[in-house]
Nanobody, 127 residues
């Protein structure tokens, strides 16, 4: 069993920055951590959940076009924690952000591929 706990959300003005953290515990801490895929997703009110960034095969990363150049995903294996550094935030980034984990995925942003999900952390960006 894997538990994921997100933190770091909050309210910022447009142009500001936040860093989200996702602490993993359970099987992922003892298994083949290098192979696990960790993803960040977000869901705005009235919209579908969408992929934002994912990290896999160690430190390979992929990003949604809407966040490329502004967001950076990283992982600390020693702390079993994945981070999402978000810069140049704009109101369109306002959403609940979720961390997800899977032993492997074909499509990094395929929600159905992720077995474990956190409870989410709210990010609100004002004009």
């Amino acid at each position: 069993q894997v538990q994921l706990v997100e933190s770091g959300g909050g309210s910022v003005q447009a142009g500001g920055s936040l860093r989200l953290s996702c602490a993993a515990s359970g099987t992922i801490s003892n298994g083949n951590r290098m192979g696990w895929c960790m993803g960040w997703f977000r869901q705005a009110p009235g919209k579908e959940r969408e992929g934002v960034a994912a990290i896999y095969f160690g430190n390979s990363a992929t990003y949604a076009d809407s966040v490329k150049g502004r967001f950076t995903i990283s992982r600390d294996f020693a702390r079993d924690t994945v981070y999402l550094q978000m810069n140049s935030l704009n109101p369109e980034d306002t959403a609940m952000y979720y961390c997800a984990a899977a032993p492997f995925v074909g499509d990094a942003f395929d929600l159905a591929s992720y077995r474990y999900w956190g409870q989410g952390t709210q990010v609100t960006v004002s004009k």
